[in-house]
């Protein structure tokens, strides 16, 4: 078992197989040491969304969808493993991009991403702290209240 697999087995998470792309696009690009990974949904461990709608409108709480984002985290994690074979392999989480579904009055999208934020430090320690973006947008994808994108270096 890999480093990374045995953190993941203390932290109880097991990775899902990888979303299949819904479009025109894949789910991983890798460029020299590079990996894009394409924005992943709060896809749980039984295959529905973590959470749905919108914050700030009543329907789901930011505690609900730090734990999507946690989700969105994990579906990352497992393509990665899927495009490399191995986590063990990450270098350093260079970015993630996170879009949070919410109202216009909306403004605590920062304590949503930390939920996919703090899993890459829980997973990799160091090598898990990476730049973020975070914005709010009007929809996402079958009304799921996080999606979140990521650069991986890879070795």
Do not use: W
Request: charged share 15%.
């Amino acid at each position: 078992m890999s480093a990374i697999d045995a953190r993941l087995a203390e932290l109880g998470i097991t990775l899902p197989t990888p979303a299949a792309p819904v479009a025109n696009y894949v789910g991983t690009v890798r460029t020299g040491n590079h990996l894009v990974i394409s924005g992943q949904l709060c896809f749980n461990n039984e295959g529905k969304l973590a959470a749905t709608g919108k914050l700030g409108a009543g329907t789901v709480t930011v505690e609900d969808a730090r734990i999507a984002a946690r989700y969105c985290a994990i579906n990352i994690l497992a393509q990665i493993k899927a495009a490399v074979g191995s986590l063990d392999k990450v270098v350093r989480v260079v970015r993630l991009g996170g879009f949070i579904a919410a109202a216009p009055e909306f403004t605590t999208h920062p304590m949503v991403m930390n939920g996919a934020s703090d899993l890459m430090v829980e997973v990799f320690g160091d090598k898990g702290r990476h730049a973020r973006s975070t914005v709010g947008v009007p929809s996402l994808p079958l009304d799921a209240t996080v999606e979140v994108e990521a650069l991986i270096e890879v070795a």
